[in-house]
T-cell receptor, first 112, second 116 residues
Framework: GNSVTQMEGPVTLSEEAFLTINCTYT??????LFWYVQYPGEGLQLLLK?????DKGSNKGFEATYRKETTSFHLEKGSVQVSDSAVYFC???????????FGSGTKLNVKP | EAGVTQFPSHSVIEKGQTVTLRCDPI?????LYWYRRVMGKEIKFLLH????????ESGMPNNRFLAERTGGTYSTLKVQPAELEDSGVYFC??????????????FGPGTRLLVL
């Protein structure tokens, strides 16, 4: 079946630190992979996505590369800001291209 | 363009009571999804509407949950009677297309339900 595992939080970093949030997945076939972000008091927003192996999704300084050989889609950012404080969800969409499978979310706290 | 909206934003009810959650998708989106996040765990799929028809309701936990989408516009999710384990955040999402690889779903802010 399909599932997503992401590192537990919270993750606390100082401003300008390097960020990695690990995400691995189990899926049949060739899923699409996503990172969603939830800022305090808001809904989930798409951060980036990748639809096939070796694709790199990027947005707002965040990047993630679809690695089929390691079934991973780790989120990275070179220099975090206080405004990046949020909960980050890794997700996959399976072969039926409909419902999403989400990880448990990783809360990021960035301190000035 | 307005995003996905959900009402209420918060609801606190007692065990055994009934609660109805509402979702208004983005105008023109035929696909509407309900998800739930319980106790800080993963967000889990509940069901998927295409217009007014239930396409996939494999994630509905039991028959205390009833979802409707009359007229193919807004949707309601009723929990009757509510139990303690139903507490969580209920998200609604919509998309214009389904069955398309990489298609994004647009999420609402969620309804926080607390059953005491």
């Amino acid at each position: 079946g399909n599932s997503v595992t992401q590192m537990e939080g919270p993750v606390t970093l100082s401003e300008e630190a390097f960020l990695t949030i690990n995400c691995t997945y189990t899926a049949t076939g060739y899923p699409s992979l996503f990172w969603y972000v939830q800022y305090p008091g808001e809904g989930l927003q798409l951060l980036l996505k990748a639809t096939k192996a070796d694709d790199k999704g990027s947005n707002k300084g965040f990047e993630a590369t679809y690695r089929k050989e390691t079934t991973s889609f780790h989120l990275e950012k070179g220099s975090v800001q206080v405004s990046d404080s949020a909960v980050y969800f890794c997700a996959l969409r399976g072969n039926n291209f409909n419902k999403f499978y989400f990880g448990s979310g990783t809360k990021l706290n960035v301190k000035p | 363009e307005a995003g996905v909206t959900q009402f209420p934003s918060h609801s606190v009810i007692e065990k055994g009571q009934t609660v109805t959650l509402r979702c208004d998708p983005i105008s023109g989106h035929d696909n509407l999804y309900w998800y739930r996040r319980v106790m800080g765990k993963e967000i889990k799929f509940l069901l998927h509407f295409v217009k007014e028809s239930k396409q996939d309701e494999s994630g509905m936990p039991n028959n205390r949950f009833l979802a409707e989408r009359t007229g193919g516009t807004y949707s309601t999710l009723k929990v009757q009677p509510a139990e303690l384990e139903d507490s969580g955040v209920y998200f609604c999402a919509s998309s214009p297309l389904a069955g398309v690889q990489g298609e994004t779903q647009y999420f609402g802010p969620g309804t926080r339900l607390l059953v005491l």
